[in-house]
């Protein structure tokens, strides 16, 4: 039977009841519920090794989960992984994918063959993609001779190639300038949420990134959801943001 798209809802992401372990951690994520709206940036902010990337990556259908749900475009993402994929735009910190003597045009050809682009299609993705990162200028030049700046604005390019509603987003400044980062998160927020109406999800560790660029943020601890809610909401009873995430996390300098 052929996929039919289903009805949409108001969330773009659905995650309910979800847990994962792993050999050595057997339980990253114990239970975890949260919904992301159609049209907003939305934080999973949390310390390092909470699993902030491990639920991620089940969004993206990288990972199973060991039990519960996720829908991603009212798709069941574990029944239907391929479906609820293509409509997915996975954004990692990490770039050991990419071909270094290869340039940034024949890198983002390749990728794109991969997700089914062709012809004209593909080329207008190409150049459409790396003039929105900022790197139309380096079209030829070889991804090796790329900066780590540079680099992590491709990998931003590779997500969009396809243009999906949906983009999720690893640490994306974890390695760059403030420069670079700034460009990304004006990316980000200007650009793909505020004028494409774009969902994005965005994995990171960095309090003040998660409090000016998102719409709304869950705090990931003890491999649950510890708190959700818009910023100014968040910490509204704490003296300031930073003890807020303290308390919530039981995070000790």
């Given amino acids: 039977m052929r996929d039919t798209m289903p009805q949409q809802t108001n969330n773009a992401i659905a995650v309910s009841g979800v847990g994962k372990g792993f050999p050595r951690k057997k339980d990253v994520l114990r239970q975890v519920d949260l919904d ?5 940036l939305f934080g999973l902010l949390g310390p390092n090794g909470v699993g902030k990337t491990t639920l991620l990556k089940m969004m993206a259908t990288l990972v199973l989960p060991d039990r519960g749900s996720i829908e991603i475009d009212g798709i069941d993402a574990v029944a239907k992984p391929m479906l609820a994929r293509s409509r997915i ?3 990692s910190s990490e770039d050991r994918s990419f071909y270094f003597r290869l340039t940034a045009r024949q890198n983002l050809r390749f990728f794109g063959a991969l997700c089914g682009l062709r012809g004209s299609r593909l080329n207008e993705r190409v150049t459409q993609t790396l ?5 139309l200028d380096a079209i030829d030049r ?25 983009l999720l987003f690893d640490e994306p400044t974890r390695a760059v ?7 990304l998160h004006r990316l980000m927020r200007d650009d793909l949420v505020d004028r494409q109406g774009k969902t994005l999800v965005l994995a990171t560790n960095l309090l003040q990134e998660a409090w000016s660029l998102c719409d709304r ?12 809610g818009p910023p100014e909401q968040l910490n509204r009873n704490a003296r300031s943001p930073i003890e807020f995430f303290k308390e919530v996390t039981g995070y000790a300098v």
């Fill in 89 to 91: 735009g996975f954004c």
């Fill in 142 to 166: 070889r991804f090796g001779e790329f900066s780590s700046g540079m680099r992590q604005r491709l990998v931003v390019a590779r997500a969009l190639l396809s243009d999906p509603p949906i």
């Fill in 36 to 40: 992301v709206r159609r049209g907003e």
């Fill in 131 to 135: 003039a929105e990162v900022g790197l």
């Fill in 177 to 183: 300038d403030p420069i670079a980062a700034d460009g």
């Fill in 217 to 228: 943020v869950a705090v990931v601890s003890n491999g649950t959801i510890a708190a959700l």
